[in-house]
């Protein structure tokens, strides 16, 4: 699989400068008749989606009556299932209803018939409103985030600055971009969102507390506005009744970004701050009120995951932006808070400004980016895998903070790399942007399969190969090559920084193994040759990546289909036979899932070895295998 990528990244990127520098003209046009295009093939999509039957509501408190509001057609008899029982909804001028007696909290499912035969099945959940929140903040042990009860959890996030309508695929936004904004939704249409992300399997959300440009007014120059103390108040609420925690973001960009704008700050840049916005005394003391107004109302509050200071500040080195970091988290840290601090960063060289934030400043958790990086020959889903290794250098705890693509195959399989790369890299968690550039359903069987797992005991095993990085995140890319090439091999590593202990590996490897002066032609380099014998073999057009436990329990594989690269660096997929073989000592169980049907294809048992077979297929797998009980 490895050789059919040679020479992709030179053309490419050749092809691109050459049409931007002579065809600037015909790329307007392009970019114009697309738009137009994407509205018509909106407006289409619109109108068939009124022929498909909806939930106006799939999340009901509990000790409240079970309303069911289906959007369908007038003039059809429609019948409901639900535990066994039928149920004939009626027409009441504007939809379909039903009105079902309060149900004990949890997930069911119901089906809806027409003329004997299905027409929708859909999950619903009744959840109870909990009483005041207690017991200790969110902590970090050892890597992994410690929950109240003293249990380590994989945090599985996801953004939630705006509020989607879950019956529809893609979701759309529930109502328009300002009133779809999370603290102008109302308390049922809030639930409704999040019960539909906490089926999924996501545990936590993270929001923005200044965005002016989405109606999210925030700080109002040093004192928080009452709206967002009063829509936080509600939104921790039905988060904690979800089994979900929150992180905050005082500031999605600083003053004159995103909307952000009033007069307060205006007298002190008029209105062109720049990077004064972090060194500028008058500015500090107004940022420090706004972040002690809301964190004084909230404090330890164990609902509050972390708190986030900004999203995605600057990709600079400069020293400027660690000090601002530095005195807010400080500040914080002053009021006697013992939440999380946590900053985002965009992208700048490699994983440098991981090394920054993850060693030199005084941060608990940092956010990287897992956007697709525009580059042929560079595979995102290697990359982030590269970057969760890189990321278990630093002293703070480092996971990829967003990722997503907009179009719909792209949206699945970035979100399915960003995930089971990063988790079985060894990152503690992941959190993804919003529904518009991730799919929440990709969570779910990762939700499931760790959950078997105890975290407590768990300890990774040492890896057969490691990899000697300079430690100054730069040489990320270096690394991201030996990851797919493993990947190919079916080999794990590990990053290991010069001095580490080296007992234990069969090779040990350095990241300069490419001439410098042909960088970007990353798949027409000569890997090392590597005498080892894989534990996870997978067919051609298939990469496997694995996390295993010490004494082989368990192994997690994620074998994911890649026939080719495209120009934004997202793998394409195709149809071939997929078969896995797995050589482990000792006898286990094996559960396979598959990531597209979202469904087990396999449950068995096997002694040293299991070959596992299917026939032509571009579907993603999942493979769990465990000692037996």
Known sequence: GYERFKGTGARWMWTNWSQFAHHNAYFRLRFNLKSLMSELRRRAEDERESEKPVLEHIAFEAGRPIDIRLRYPPGRELTLELKGAAYRLRWDGQRYALDLPPMDPGVYTIEILEGGERILKERIIVWRRRGKAEGEPVRIVNGRFVDRDGKPFILLGFAVNHVYHPGFDPPKL???WIESAWPNAGERELADWLGFLAMNGINAIRVGLTVYWDGIPGDRGGRADPKIIEALDRLLQVADSMGMKVIPVFYWGPYGTYGFQNEAYDRIFKGKPGREWFSNPEALKLQKGFIGEVVGRFKDDPRVLAWELMNEIRPSMDPVYVRWVDELAEFIRGLGVRNLVKIDFLPRNGADMAVLYGNKSRVDLYGYRGYPIGRSSADLGSYLSAYARYAALTRAVGLVGEFGAKEGEKRRIVTR?????????????????????CDPREFKIAAEVFERIDLEAFKRARAPVAIEVDGDGRDLYEAMRYDLFFQFKGIDYDLILPGSDRKGYAAVLRTKWYDISNWWRLFELKP??????????????????????????PLIIY??????IDRDGVRIRGR????ARVRLEGRHVARCYDLDERSVVYEGKFEDELIFELGLTEHDFLLLIEKPN
């Open 174 to 176: 529930r109502g328009g």
């Open 559 to 564: 074998a994911r289909n890649i026939r080719d």
């Open 576 to 579: 071939t036979p997929f078969r």
């Open 417 to 437: 790399d960003a995930i089971w790369l990063s988790l079985l890299a060894g990152a503690p968690g992941v959190i993804g942007w919003d529904a518009g550039m």
């Open 528 to 553: 090392p040759r590597i005498d080892i014998e894989p534990i996870v073999e997978v067919s051609n057009g298939y990469a496997a990546s694995y996390m295993m436990g010490e004494g082989g329990d």
